[in-house]
Every structure is written in C-alpha cells, then in structure tokens.
T-cell receptor, first 113, second 111 residues
Framework: DSGVTQTPKHLITATGQRVTLRCSPR?????VYWYQQSLDQGLQFLIQ???????AKGNILERFSAQQFPDLHSELNLSSLELGDSALYFC????????????FGPGTRLTVL | KNEVEQSPQNLTAQEGEFITINCSYS?????LHWLQQHPGGGIVSLFM???GKKKHGRLIATINIQEKHSSLHITASHPRDSAVYIC?????????????FGKGTRLSVIA
C-alpha cells in the first residue's frame, strides 16, 4: 500500500458526460501528479500540483482540468468525454516539487461508452 | 522516435534465470526511474538513479550517463516478478520538466 488513495476505482460513463476523479496523497507529500495510461500510448504525464499551485503541465486536453485543495487532495475533472478518453488514470505523490520518488495510487479505470 | 526506448518489449523467462531489461534515452537527464506495474495495474517505484548503481534485494539498476543507457537486472527470477517494467526519465532542461516514460517491458517468469 503506497499511502495514496484514489476514488473511484472504476467509472463507466457515456460520451459527452463529465466525471471527477479524486486523489489523496501520502501524508506529508506536497506534490500530486496525474497520469493517463491508455493501451496504445503507455503512461502520459498530464499535470502536477505542488502545495496547491500548478507546477507543470503535460499534454493535458483543454477538456480536462485539475486542482489541488488546501488539504492537498486533488481532483481531475474530465468533461465532454470521448471514447478515446477511456484509460487508467493514476495519481502519484511525492514530498518535493521535483521528480523525486513518486508513490502511485491504485488508479481509476474510466470506461466511456 | 520516442525519447525513451525499452528493450525487449516482451520477455519470457524460466524461474531462476538472470534477467536484463534495457532502457535508452536521447536527452540529457537529471534522473532515471524504474517502475514496476503489476498485472492488477498497480505501479510501484523501484529505483531512482542519477549515476552508478543501486541494489534492492534481487533487483539491480545501473546507469551509464555518457552512453544514455540504463539496465534493470533481476537475479534468481521468480514467477512473482512477472509484471511490466517501465523506465522513465526526467530531462535536465531547466524548469519543471515532467517524467517521460518508455512503453514498458512485459516480463513473464514461468515456474
């Protein structure tokens, strides 16, 4: 158990809908990272927050947004969902702002029908 | 061409064999990570390297910065080592550059 929690574990929804994925980092970790893993693309970095502020941005679609709250948990919002958004979404956390050792959550499997 | 290339893509080994997974990258890096993804999907960070060699139990990771190459070795392999092993690098460019991942090596260890 990494200490990082993600909810929900599974999510099935329809095209055009909006969903929110939630992540709680390990106690004491200030950075939260979001990753997308689809079958054909492998792991892709989406976005990083550090102590409430956006720190780095990857190939995150405009339909996706994220935030980190004062209690350091983070939410990833995915809207106007498309079939191609079906993937595993991982959250990871680390102590510092840079890519030191990251601890991964169990992931949320999103299926868009 | 991907910034991070792993080989082989798939590997099947007999229990007890010595296993090597390779990772090559094309950019200057500040750190390289090896991750393990279990069949159930969970990801565990195995090593973070910036030079030399690290060992943890039966796992050994090495990196050659000049050759832009890293290897992950598993000694006395066991069926429970069956997983996807992923290499990721952090570019040495200034600023907050994220990790870039290889496509992974799928390892199956047969009893």
């Amino acid at each position: 158990d990494s200490g990082v929690t993600q909810t929900p574990k599974h999510l099935i929804t329809a095209t055009g809908q909006r969903v929110t994925l939630r992540c709680s980092p390990r106690s004491g970790d200030l950075s939260v990272y979001w990753y997308q893993q689809s079958l054909d693309q492998g792991l892709q970095f989406l976005i990083q927050y550090y102590n409430g502020e956006e720190r780095a941005k990857g190939n995150i679609l405009e339909r996706f947004s994220a935030q980190q709250f004062p209690d350091l948990h983070s939410e990833l919002n995915l809207s106007s969902l498309e079939l191609g958004d079906s993937a595993l979404y991982f959250c990871a956390s680390s102590v510092g702002a840079f890519a030191d050792t990251q601890y991964f959550g169990p992931g949320t499997r999103l299926t868009v029908l | 061409k991907n910034e991070v290339e792993q080989s082989p893509q798939n590997l099947t080994a007999q229990e007890g064999e010595f296993i090597t997974i390779n990772c090559s990258y094309s950019v200057g890096i500040s750190a390289l990570h090896w991750l393990q993804q279990h069949p159930g999907g969970g990801i565990v960070s195995l090593f973070m390297l910036s030079s030399g060699k690290k060992k943890h139990g039966r796992l050994i990771a090495t990196i050659n910065i000049q050759e832009k190459h890293s290897s992950l070795h598993i000694t006395a392999s066991h069926p429970r080592d069956s997983a996807v092993y992923i290499c990721a690098v952090r570019s040495r460019n200034s600023g907050n550059t994220p990790l870039v991942f290889g496509k992974g090596t799928r390892l199956s260890v047969i009893a």
